[in-house]
């Protein structure tokens, strides 16, 4: 069944991005509109856009095409469970996985931004500071976070992390709060770096974090005691 889930994610995923596809212009020559269950027959409803009324509905086709080009970066992983956030806390997604050989979940969370023109990373790290100020004002991130920034006219990617994974030399873990974009182009190969540093920066989080039950049992019950 989730081999099936993801399978189906991914197609989905695949469908919108290239109907909503930017080709090169200001802007795509379709919107797309999920049926879902209410439709058993088809799954989409294409719609010819109307140039005229293109400057009304670029940040909702910017957003449409966003989400559908991350579902397929993340779902080329098939070991990724990712969760399409509904609440406003500051992430659009949040990503969890397992390594094999190690106990643990592990999360990454995932902010998105997107333009319609092609972007230098000077430009792209001048157009994300503000995101980046946003994204503190909802307080600060316990795990990794990074935010993804799409151009369209190129189909370029980029990121930069907000909350990003540290691990010292002597293996201590922290997470650094960014007050400033640092954009890395964004690709299948980047996205398994990103996940090796979430990976590596748990390993390190964990012992630090879990203790022995009972052992933890003791301590509280010698404070009672007291």
Known sequence: MAARDLIGKRGEAMVTARLTDFCGNPYPY???????????????????????????????????????????????????????????IGLDYIVRFQTAGKKGLRELGIELRAVGSAVTKKYADKALRPAVQQMKRYGRFLFPVCLFFFTMQDEGAWYTWVTEPVVSENGKPTLQSCDQPDCRQLDDAALDQILERVDLWYDAAFPSLITNGANGNKANRKRTNR
């Open 30 to 88: 379709f919107d797309v509109h999920p049926l879902g269950e209410k439709c058993p027959t088809f799954d989409y409803l294409v719609e010819l856009i109307d140039h005229v009324r293109h400057e009304c509905r670029t940040r909702d086709l910017l957003c449409t095409e966003t989400r559908a080009l991350t579902m397929m970066l993340l779902t080329r992983r098939a070991d990724l469970l990712i969760e399409e956030v509904k609440d406003d």
